[in-house]
């Protein structure tokens, strides 16, 4: 039972209660962060790989500042929080902390610069998302082209007439719009010619085994070409070895992410990453 518990990144209840009572008390206490503020924002570069590792951009990625837990990882409670519509709040949160930190370094640094915010199902397919954005952009004052909202396949496909509704009013904004995890959902290649995107984010578990599984290899090359074909920026993530660095690159990738740039760090780490220019 103890060890049931333990594999459980989820439940912080002791091994005698309740699961159930876990994940009622994580609930509480993800309210209890809101209001008191114990979330922060952590960024990674993205980087340009044809041009020495220039930054091109930051991807905004949410912790938890637990006091007794420590610093948690957006896996152990974005699930929950979207599962119980705390995401849409928190999403807001962030949303408003990543337009006023990308417009301070817009400002200081790169007038192109882009700041690109992940947008949960939840927040997509039932909130306002249009207007929020609309908001977040005018009360921050960032301009539209800095900033890039990050969606999943899944969440695209839930309703396709609505999405491609949704998305046009999002670029009608200004924003630019990413598929992130791209390759690990079901979307079809028919409808993503029908939905206005900038950007695909190949997700990390292909890039992870270029090296090792031929399969990878291809399917990373077939979605670089594919978005060539589509006049669609490619962007790879979790990129952590000069090998798949120079595959990506061969293969004609032109943006990066991942640890061999740079891990996620707060805000004062990437200001001083921006000021000297390179990951
Ligand atoms: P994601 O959007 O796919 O974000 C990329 C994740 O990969 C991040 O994990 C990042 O730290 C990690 N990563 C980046 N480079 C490497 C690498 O080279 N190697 C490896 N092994 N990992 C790398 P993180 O920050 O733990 O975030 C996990 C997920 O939580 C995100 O996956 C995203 O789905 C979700 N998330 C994070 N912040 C937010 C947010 O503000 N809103 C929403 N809705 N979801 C968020
Ligand atoms: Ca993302
Ligand atoms: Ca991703
Ligand atoms: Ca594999």
């Known amino acids: 039972r103890a060890k049931q518990a333990g594999r459980n990144t989820i439940c912080f209840h002791e091994p005698d209660q309740n699961p159930a009572s876990g994940v009622l008390r994580l609930e509480a206490e993800l309210h209890t962060a809101l209001a008191q503020q114990q979330f922060e924002l952590h960024f990674q570069p993205q980087v340009d790989l044809l041009n020495g590792r220039r930054i091109i951009g930051f991807e905004a990625l949410v912790r938890w500042r637990h006091p007794e837990r420590g610093l948690v990882s957006p896996l152990d409670f974005i699930?929950?929080?979207?599962?119980?519509?705390?995401?849409?709040?928190?999403?807001?949160?962030?949303?408003?902390?990543?337009?006023?930190?990308?417009?301070?370094?817009?400002?200081?640094?790169?007038?192109?610069?882009r700041i690109a915010v992940n947008v949960s199902a939840r927040q997509f397919v039932g909130s306002d998302v249009v207007r929020t954005v609309s908001r977040e952009l005018e009360r921050s004052g960032l301009s539209p082209r800095n900033l890039e909202l990050e969606l999943t396949e899944s969440m695209l496909m839930h309703n396709v007439a609505q999405t491609v509704k949704r998305l046009g009013d999002l670029k009608r904004l200004g924003v630019a719009l990413a598929i992130d995890d791209f390759g690990t959902g079901y979307s079809s290649l028919a409808y993503l010619r029908r939905f206005p995107i900038d950007l695909l984010k190949i997700d990390a578990s292909f890039v992870r085994d270029i090296g090792h599984d031929p399969d990878?290899?291809?399917?990373?090359?077939?979605?670089?070409?594919?978005?060539?074909?589509?006049?669609?920026?490619?962007?790879?993530?979790?990129?952590?070895?000069?090998?798949?660095?120079?595959?990506?690159?061969?293969?004609g990738c032109r943006i990066g992410q991942g640890y061999l740039f740079g891990r996620p760090v707060p805000a004062e780490q990437a200001t001083a990453l921006l000021a000297r220019g390179a990951a």
Do not use: N
Request: hydrophobic share 50%; aromatic share 6%.
């Open 216 to 251: 990878d290899a291809a399917i990373c090359a077939c979605i670089l070409a594919m978005a060539d074909a589509l006049r669609i920026d490619a962007v790879a993530e979790g990129i952590e070895t000069e090998d798949q660095l120079a595959f990506l690159r061969d293969q």
């Open 79 to 113: 699930p929950l929080a979207e599962e119980t519509g705390l995401i849409v709040p928190l999403g807001e949160w962030v949303l408003r902390q990543a337009c006023a930190q990308g417009r301070a370094w817009a400002e200081r640094f790169d007038p192109d610069l």
